[in-house]
T-cell receptor
């Protein structure tokens, strides 16, 4: 257990529905990242936050995706009008924002299946 | 987008043998990290090497970095069945964004 928790672990939804995932990072970690991973591929960067500010969002991320981190604590990732191509593992990671601690702590992920 | 390419894509070895996997990347970096992922789980950090370092050791792991060739290698010595996993390199692109490679799937046969 890395200390980063994600909920739910699995989500099955029908095409066109909206889904929301939650990530609770390690409490003292300022930076929070979202990644997407499909079978046999490496994690693909989606977005990251420093405290409550969303500092970067991947150009590959369509406007159906939105992420928030209110109060700089937990984060949510919402996908609107899901498509079958959204089926993937969604991973959250966090880290402290000091110079010598660059390693990321990952949650176990949310596996999304869009039918 | 993925910055790194791991080589080989898959590797199968006998327990006790050494496993070597390579990573190539595209842009300048501050550091390069290696992560391990067991099937269906999140990633776990293994080791970090900074751009001004050439080699680093941690237990049975040895990492090298060649910034002139934009490449790194991860060596696992005396492999065990429990080392079976996917291994990914990640680079920071000189920012706080971490980009992962495509991974090497290692299978260690008992």
């Amino acid at each position: 257990d890395t200390g980063v928790s994600q909920d739910p672990r699995h989500k099955i939804t029908k095409r066109g529905q909206n889904v929301t995932f939650r990530c609770d990072p390690i409490s003292e970690h300022n930076r929070l990242y979202w990644y997407r991973q499909t079978l046999g591929q490496g994690p693909e960067f989606l977005t990251y936050f420093q405290n409550e500010a969303q500092l970067e969002k991947s150009r590959l991320l369509s406007d159906r995706f939105s992420a928030e981190r209110p109060k700089g604590s937990f984060s949510t990732l919402e996908i609107q009008r899901t498509e079958q191509g959204d089926s993937a593992m969604y991973l959250c990671a966090s880290r402290r924002m000091d110079g010598n601690n660059e390693k990321l702590f990952f949650g176990s992920g949310t596996q999304l299946s869009v039918l | 987008s993925q910055q790194g390419e791991e080589d080989p894509q898959a590797l199968s070895i006998q327990e006790g043998e050494n496993a070597t996997m390579n990573c190539s990347y595209k842009t300048s970096i501050n550091n390069l990290q290696w992560y391990r992922q067991n099937s269906g789980r999140g990633l776990v950090h293994l080791i970090l090497i900074r751009s001004n370092e050439r080699e680093k050791h941690s237990g049975r792991l040895r990492v090298t970095l060649d910034t002139s060739k934009k490449s790194s290698s991860l060596l696992i010595t005396a492999s065990r069945a429990a080392d079976t996993a996917s291994y990914f390199c990640a680079t920071d692109e000189g920012t706080y964004k971490y980009i992962f490679g495509t991974g090497t799937r290692l299978k260690v046969l008992a």
